[in-house]
């Protein structure tokens, strides 16, 4: 009897070291990609790494030239709402000290973008890590505004306090030459 226990305890583990290397090496099945869809996507994702290029060689252009820049790049974006004039326009109103700098609109852009075709995965992490940053900026901005707002209050009040202090201070001398002789 003990030597059948021990048989069927060997067996359940022979099974279940085999189910166990089957389950590793399982190959992972690769979602199919039509090919009009892969070379979209390549495509697209070109497009993007250029846009990227274009983006950091604006830092070395003048403000003429950078709104030269952001007036041709609208102007494409309002003739064709494609998705990289959509991305090249955004990415112009987020230049920092600009004229035409906004997040808010680049933010609302990137929220609302047409759902007329699907985005390649790194296209919408692109977006999503854009989105982000913009919220971030606009938190970051509200809350310094508050914290300027805050500052000019107890600054006012510090004045306040001042005053009050010399308004001791020339009452205690005002009396002491009343109570000179």
């Not at 994702?45 to 274009?54: A, I, K, R």
Request: charged share 30%; aromatic share 8%.
């Amino acid at each position: 009897m003990k030597h059948i226990y021990n048989i069927i305890i060997f067996i359940i583990i022979v099974i279940a070291i085999l189910s166990i290397t089957g389950c590793t090496t399982i190959e992972k099945k690769q979602a199919i990609i039509k090919p009009d869809e892969l070379i979209s996507r390549e495509l697209f994702e070109n497009q993007l790494s250029d846009l990227m290029h274009d983006y950091a060689s604006l830092e070395k252009k003048n403000n003429t030239e950078l709104e030269a820049i952001f007036n041709n790049v609208k102007e494409k974006f309002e003739n064709d709402n494609n998705n990289i004039n959509r991305i090249r326009y955004i990415l112009l109103l987020t230049l920092p000290s600009q004229k035409f700098y906004d997040t808010n609109i680049a933010l609302s852009l990137l929220k609302n973008w047409p759902e007329t075709e699907r985005q390649p995965s790194s296209f919408e992490s692109f977006r999503n890590l854009l989105i982000m940053r913009l919220e971030e900026e606009l938190r970051l901005k509200r809350m310094a505004k508050q914290l300027f707002h805050q500052l000019a209050n107890e600054k006012l009040k510090s004045e306040m306090l001042q005053k009050k202090i010399e308004d001791i201070k020339d009452m205690e001398k005002s009396l002491i030459r009343r109570n000179m002789p």
